[in-house]
């Protein structure tokens, strides 16, 4: 995982907080004479947001050249965003403040300071785009999109409402005040959606863009507000709309220097690059899944409520508020679709992988319990074979039998033609004694050139039996050996007469095995022969 440095934003957001409520606090309280009141506003307006600037143009030391070495444009374009947001903020300030005080309650505009806010929308939106984001498949795009288009909608409704629709049907405001009027929420809005596309496909970049993301949401709130007071050419000091503006500038500010550490540590592009195209997603989090359905009840009580409203122009509102939420519908069962779509595509990865995995699963267990020689079970398998016969013969009171075979004089024929012939040798042997034994019987390579074979449902008589006829299978056979003849010795214990745990059982058919060598191999010898 990608290294995300750490973000260190406390003391600006504990001085936003209180720059705030200072502000807030003025406007509310108005200790002074309006014009007074006026002027401290726009002062403070245009205060605030400095303060905030020089995040976006100083980083640590250490950081500094790698930032040049990276030539990312992003910060630096949304600080040049946010200094023309000061600029046009100073300008309306002066304007609107004039205004005032020579009792002109007509709001000036269009103005100079509408072009830089336009300018400072333009770079703040093209900054965001220009920010790294993770590769995602096209099902996660598409829910993305979707998401946004629902906001996107539901916001569009609710400013039809309140402010478009008043701002497009009123005549005898000047053409261009409208278009700024809804120019202001309009672009902003765009730019949360952008920010909201970064949430969601970075997640070293979400301290940043938490903060720009509610930075912007409270600049576009107070446009909003601005704008219903331009079209009905309203203005008093003291406004709602200044204290949210001037604190979403700040908190776009502290973003700024957040995203700026992000940027220069490297970490974003580390985190986009280490992001290989995946199931989307990971899941997102509920509450941003959820997100875009909690706009729906909203919408529908404005739709409900438009209904009320009497006169062609609130008729026509509500026009265009039903055909706001058939959109809204629309785009809501699309993103049931999509989910409906992405869920099964999800649940048929799901079973593509386990069965992958249940397939790799028993690759590990015959890797983990076969002899990769002879492919036979190997010292664990057979010790785990071994422990389940002895419970069920004493479960059930039956009988069982183990043979211990050991091929003779294995070690002259690995000394005189090699370990490749006596690899070859141990591989001969396992067909010729699995061949030998009955089907339910279970043959395993116990180490070196010994071998046991587990009989089930055999006392030692019949034990005996098969021994002898696997004794003489391997000395008929023809071994691959270069005209060298082999034999294998075998020793036999029965259960419960010879020995009645696993332990007792192998000791005593590895001791019956070393009578028959002793007393001149190629035999079967049992443990209960004197011999053994």
């Not at 003391?11 to 720059?19: A, E, K, N, Y």
């Not at 300030?93 to 009792?103: E, I, R, S």
């Not at 949430?199 to 863009?209: G, Q």
């Not at 508020?321 to 779509?341: F, N």
Request: charged share 15%.
């Amino acid at each position: 995982m990608s290294c995300v440095p750490p973000v260190r934003v406390g003391r600006h957001l504990v001085f936003v907080l209180g720059f705030t409520l200072a502000y807030l606090a003025w406007d509310l309280v108005k200790p002074a004479p309006l014009s007074v009141v006026a002027e401290v506003s726009a002062l403070a307006a245009v205060l605030g947001p400095s303060l905030m600037l020089p995040l976006f143009f100083t980083c640590p030391a250490d950081r500094r050249r790698h930032l040049q070495r990276r030539r990312s444009w992003s910060v630096p374009l949304l600080g040049l965003g946010q200094l023309m947001f000061i600029v046009g903020t100073l300008i309306t300030g002066l304007l609107l403040t004039v205004a005032f005080v020579q009792q002109h309650h007509a709001a000036p505009s269009p103005s100079v300071g509408d072009a830089a806010f336009a300018v400072a929308n333009a770079l703040g939106l093209n900054a965001i785009m220009l920010l790294p984001t993770r590769h995602q498949s096209l099902a996660g795009r598409a829910r993305i999109v979707l998401d946004g288009a629902i906001l996107a909608a539901a916001a569009v409704i609710i400013s039809w409402y309140y402010l478009l629709g008043p701002a497009l049907l009123q005549t005898h405001v000047n053409p261009l005040t409208r278009v700024i009027a809804v120019a202001y929420p309009v672009g902003l809005v765009a730019e949360v959606f952008a920010l909201m596309r970064l949430t969601a496909t970075s997640v070293a970049l979400r301290p940043a863009v938490t903060l720009l993301g509610g930075g912007f949401g409270l600049i576009a709130l107070g446009s909003g507000l601005y704008g219903y007071e331009l079209l009905h050419r309203l203005y008093h000091p003291g406004e709602l709309y200044g204290v949210l503006i001037t604190t979403g500038a700040m908190l776009v500010g502290v973003g700024g220097g957040a995203l700026r550490t992000i940027v220069a540590s490297g970490a974003a592009d580390l985190d986009v690059d280490e992001m290989s195209p995946s199931p989307d997603a990971i899941a997102p989090p509920l509450w941003r899944a959820l997100l875009p359905y909690a706009v729906l009840p909203v919408v529908g009580v404005l739709v409900f409520s438009s209904h009320d409203a009497h006169g062609s122009q609130a008729r026509t509102i509500t026009a265009g508020v039903d055909l706001g939420g058939l959109l809204l519908i629309g785009l809501v069962v699309a993103r049931q679709i999509l989910a409906l779509a992405e869920n099964h595509h999800l649940y048929r990865s799901v079973h593509a992988q386990n069965h992958a995995l249940a397939a790799a699963n028993g690759c590990l267990e015959a890797l983990a319990t076969s002899d990769p020689l002879t492919g036979l079970p190997n010292h664990r398998a057979l010790v785990n074979a071994l422990d389940r016969e002895v419970e069920r013969a004493r479960r059930f009171v039956r009988p069982c039998a183990l043979l211990f075979l050991d091929l003779d004089h294995f070690k002259a024929l690995n000394d005189s033609c090699g370990h490749a012939a006596g690899d070859a040798a141990l591989r001969e042997l396992a067909t010729v004694a699995r061949r030998a034994l009955r089907g339910v019987d279970l043959l395993g390579r116990w180490g070196g050139e010994e071998f046991v074979a587990l009989l089930p449902e055999v006392d030692g008589a019949g034990a005996l039996a098969i021994a002898e006829r696997v004794r003489a299978e391997v000395a008929a056979h023809s071994f691959d050996t270069g005209g060298v003849q082999l034999t294998c010795s075998v020793g036999m214990a029965a259960y419960p007469v010879d020995a009645e745990t696993r332990e007792g059982l192998i000791a005593a058919a590895d001791r019956a095995m070393y009578a028959a060598k002793w007393l001149g191999r190629n035999q079967v010898r049992s443990a209960a022969d004197a011999a053994a």
